[in-house]
């Protein structure tokens, strides 16, 4: 079974602050995607990453896929209230019937405060 | 917004009952899914449907079903409802079965609640 550990699980910082959040499995992944959901509301995609070691970057938000496409990684630079929410990670699925859908990591909460 | 939409938003019903939430892809997308959200299992996939095929299943239960109709609107039926299946329930959809990446995009939601 293909899973993803996210870590930390909760993060509560100050507004300015940097912050690092992780998503690891022992599974390889053809694709990587994180999401970011408001309370009430569906997940929305920030990006996807497909070559291991590639960097991409959406603003304030750098997004790493690991060597070994195993692992990937959210650093949050100058952290604004906007940013609070649950960043969940999903790999695309290579095994049994669930082949090609995506498999979720339980997410990390956080909350920047003013 | 996603472009997806799902009826209704909230819906509050007692164990044993049965319900139909809705969802409509956003246009052009063939494949739709369904997850179940619970603050103690995240994010499940429960089922995938591309062009009316079931294409593949998830942690669903046999109570819970679904169909995708011809103009690509698709309906989770859950029955014999317990108080367990009270979550959040989301659709999902994107353009083409089997693309590498399989972006999905979110409805809103339907959030249950079983009394």
Known sequence: TQLLEQSPQFLSIQEGENLTVYCNSSSVFSSLQWYRQEPGEGPVLLVTVVT??????????????????KDSSLHITAAQPGDTGLYLCAGRSNYGGSQGNLIFGKGTKLSVKP | DSGVTQT?????????????????????DLSVYWYQQSLDQGLQFLIQYYNGEERAKGNILERFSAQQFPDLHSELNLSSLELGDSALYFCASSVILGTSYNEQFFGPGTRLTVL
């Open chain 1, 52 to 69: 291991g070691g590639e960097v991409k970057k959406l603003k304030r938000l750098t997004f790493q896929f690991g060597d070994a496409r």
């Open chain 2, 8 to 28: 209704p938003k909230h819906l509050i019903t007692a164990t044993g009952q049965r319900v139909t939430l809705r969802c409509s892809p956003r246009s052009g």
